[in-house]
């Protein structure tokens, strides 16, 4: 049974930084090719693709409002998926989900991150 559970959430100051951790259980994320992902959803809006990654080759993507300020990474040893954001706004408060598409799609329970100006 697959698992995904996020923490890092917290809140912060503007300008401030914080990393998202998603630790993935009864799945491998070399075993073959999938996409790792970081949605977030903000109060009011729909869940928004913000960044994703490939575990095997290490290519990734970045919405356009995160795009010099967050940066996704993978330990594909420890199963684990990060998130680093770094000079966070007010706009940026949400909760965050991981998400792994592979033959099945999976998601984590979410994070709560609140930016204050």
């Known amino acids: 049974q697959v698992r995904l559970v996020e923490s890092g959430g917290d809140s912060v100051q503007a300008g401030g930084s914080l990393r998202l951790s998603c630790k993935a259980s009864g799945l491998a994320f070399s075993a073959y090719e999938m996409t790792l992902a970081w949605y977030r959803q903000a109060p009011g809006k729909g869940r928004e693709l913000i960044a994703d990654i490939s575990p095997i080759t290490g290519r990734s993507s970045y919405t356009d409002s995160v795009k010099g300020r967050f940066t996704i990474s993978r330990d594909n040893v420890r199963s684990t998926l990060y998130l680093q954001m770094n000079n966070l706004r007010p706009e940026d408060t949400a909760v965050y989900y991981c998400?792994?598409?592979?033959?099945?799609?999976?998601w984590g329970q979410g994070t709560q991150v609140t930016v204050s100006s």
């Open positions: 998400h792994v598409r592979a033959t099945r799609s999976y």
